[in-house]
């Protein structure tokens, strides 16, 4: 029986109107999924694997520089060594570094704490330590590279975050000598700041 204003037809409409949006819906999560990094030699889909719905126990399928920086060279690695990355941003690291943030624990274990940047990279942003550089804005004198720098030295401190060969303290050196344009990934490829902003992001979550 058809209630009194409300036709079968309209009825289909609604029920076509929801699937659609349903359609959206699902198309948008799959897109968000994936994010291509489009730039100089890194083109390459990061593949989000979320393994635990815990916050501080999710990880992300992830790669070494080499790979990202080769298309075919990244589908085998990923096939055959299945790397995971539990690396946190620099938002993470800045909050962290609060001693009254709850994440705190996670900055103490890494060491974080009065160290300069110029003693782990070897140059750059004088005087200034990770805490600092991670509170800086913009991307005046690399800023945004300094700060995902500084994130991902310190998820290196954390065990298990990032797989030795995905990278090591010497790789994110070499980053940011390499910062200008002359960071070589790979044979024949080079990457500037932005290049290696887009990759260090591929592995955290």
Request: positive net charge; contains cysteine.
């Given at each position: 029986?058809?209630?009194?204003?409300?036709?079968?037809?309209?009825?289909?409409?609604?029920?076509?109107?929801?699937?659609?949006?349903?359609?959206?819906?699902?198309?948008?999560?799959?897109?968000?999924?994936?994010?291509?990094?489009?730039?100089?030699?890194?083109?390459?889909?990061?593949?989000?694997?979320?393994?635990?719905?815990?916050?501080?126990?999710?990880?992300?399928?992830?790669?070494?520089?080499?790979?990202?920086?080769?298309?075919?060279?990244?589908?085998?690695?990923?096939?055959?060594?299945?790397?995971?990355?539990?690396?946190?941003?620099?938002?993470?690291?800045?909050?962290?570094?609060?001693?009254?943030?709850?994440?705190?624990?996670?900055?103490?274990?890494?060491?974080?704490?009065?160290?300069?940047?110029?003693?782990?990279?070897?140059?750059?942003?004088?005087?200034?330590?990770?805490k600092q550089v991670l509170n800086t804005t913009g991307n005046a004198n690399f800023a945004a590279l300094g700060r995902h720098l500084a994130a991902s030295y310190?998820?290196?401190?954390?065990?298990?975050?990032?797989?030795?060969?995905?990278?090591?303290?010497?790789?994110?050196?070499?980053?940011?000598?390499?910062?200008?344009?002359?960071?070589?990934?790979?044979?024949?490829?080079?990457?500037?700041?932005?290049?290696?902003?887009d990759y260090l992001k591929t592995t955290m979550l």
């Amino acid at each position: 029986m058809n209630m009194p204003g409300h036709s079968v037809g309209s009825e289909v409409s609604e029920t076509q109107a929801t699937d659609a949006v349903t359609v959206e819906v699902s198309a948008l999560k799959q897109q968000t999924r994936r994010r291509f990094i489009r730039g100089a030699g890194l083109a390459v889909p990061v593949i989000m694997t979320v393994q635990s719905p815990s916050a501080l126990a999710t990880w992300k399928q992830c790669f070494a520089p080499s790979a990202a920086a080769s298309i075919a060279l990244l589908h085998s690695r990923l096939d055959r060594e299945k790397l995971t990355c539990a690396g946190r941003s620099p938002g993470f690291w800045k909050r962290a570094a609060n001693p009254t943030h709850p994440n705190h624990g996670f900055w103490l274990s890494a060491g974080g704490e009065g160290v300069l940047f110029s003693s782990v990279f070897g140059s750059g942003f004088d005087g200034k330590t990770l805490k600092q550089v991670l509170n800086t804005t913009g991307n005046a004198n690399f800023a945004a590279l300094g700060r995902h720098l500084a994130a991902s030295y310190l998820n290196l401190k954390i065990a298990g975050w990032i797989p030795p060969t995905v990278f090591t303290q010497s790789d994110l050196v070499e980053m940011w000598n390499g910062r200008t344009g002359s960071y070589e990934p790979t044979a024949g490829v080079t990457w500037g700041a932005g290049q290696i902003v887009d990759y260090l992001k591929t592995t955290m979550l």
